[in-house]
């Protein structure tokens, strides 16, 4: 089982390596034709927004980042701010790639609603593209990593996403609000730091051990939250993705907590907005 789990990720980390290599580069993976089929999908995070250009193949062209604090909890909360960045990685992309970047997809947490869909979708709309679709952010993440049988749980900057597949079939989807955002909450109110302070501790490897140790209670209230979802019997494997996860030790506490081995894919940040773009393909 461990085996099989691990190699079912092997495909997935190559174009998350790929992916790392160029994100944010002043270089594409390979030229582009001009009639060339392009697919992107974009991620607006509550620490980030990334936009990822995957050919027809759903191989990786492109990416590129912004930090930002434009959504909370999976909401739009800033738009404009939203749009500017976005536009500027259009921009961007647009000038490395030499072609115009038409359309693209977007996600939102599970049970947000149509209106946080609409949202992200004129987000995406006033940047410049045609939104195809808006999808639930674990889905697409299940997307890319291949999953027709499992639990995947998205830990975003606000909100702690689980989907469940059985025989390739969405049988579950829920989403509940802890995330990223709270473990900087704790680490902020524990040293009496503002948020950003809070932030980049978070990201500071030499920081790591005493940041961690802050928020263990965070990452095993993750663990909970996909044991209630799945009443105690998480459909294997459990693959955990998002960027609050970047810790060492996420894993094996998020596991121990869950009762089950939980598995991480290299760059987990990456995951999910190479999915949703996976979604921008003509009907």
């Not at 998350?16 to 060339?36: C, I, T």
């Not at 909890?73 to 038409?102: C, P, Y």
């Amino acid at each position: 089982m461990v085996q099989r789990n691990r190699k079912l990720l092997t495909q997935a980390n190559q174009q998350l390596q790929q992916f790392a290599q160029v994100v944010n580069s002043d270089k594409a993976v390979r030229p582009v034709g001009k009639d060339e089929s392009l697919r992107v999908g974009v991620d607006l995070g509550t620490s980030s927004i990334v936009m990822v250009v995957l050919d027809e193949d759903n191989q990786v062209i492109y990416g590129n980042f912004e930090y930002d604090h434009a959504v909370r909890d999976g909401l739009v909360v800033n738009f404009m701010d939203s749009v500017h960045i976005l536009s500027r990685l259009k921009k961007q992309a647009e000038t490395i790639l030499g072609v115009s970047l038409t359309t693209a997809c977007g996600a939102i947490p599970p049970g947000t609603g149509a209106g946080s869909a609409k949202i992200v979708a004129n987000v995406i709309e006033s940047a410049g593209f045609v939104c195809r679709e808006v999808v639930d952010e674990p889905t697409a993440a299940a997307k890319f990593l291949r999953v027709t049988s499992g639990t995947v749980v998205d830990i975003g900057g606000g909100t702690t996403g689980v989907s469940v597949f059985k025989n390739k079939k969405l049988m579950q989807v829920s989403d509940e609000a802890t995330g990223g955002f709270h473990m900087s909450l704790v680490v902020a109110g524990h040293n009496g730091w503002d948020m950003d302070k809070a932030e980049q501790a978070k990201r500071d490897p030499v920081q790591e051990d005493d940041v961690f140790a802050l928020i263990r209670p965070v990452v095993e209230k993750m663990a909970a939250i996909t044991s209630d979802v799945t009443k105690g019997s998480p459909q294997n494997p459990v693959i955990v993705v998002g960027g609050a996860i970047n810790f060492k030790d996420f894993i094996d506490t998020f596991s121990k907590a869950l009762g089950t081995p939980a598995y991480k894919p290299d760059f987990p940040q990456f995951v999910t907005p190479i999915g949703i773009a996976m979604y921008d393909h003509e009907a």
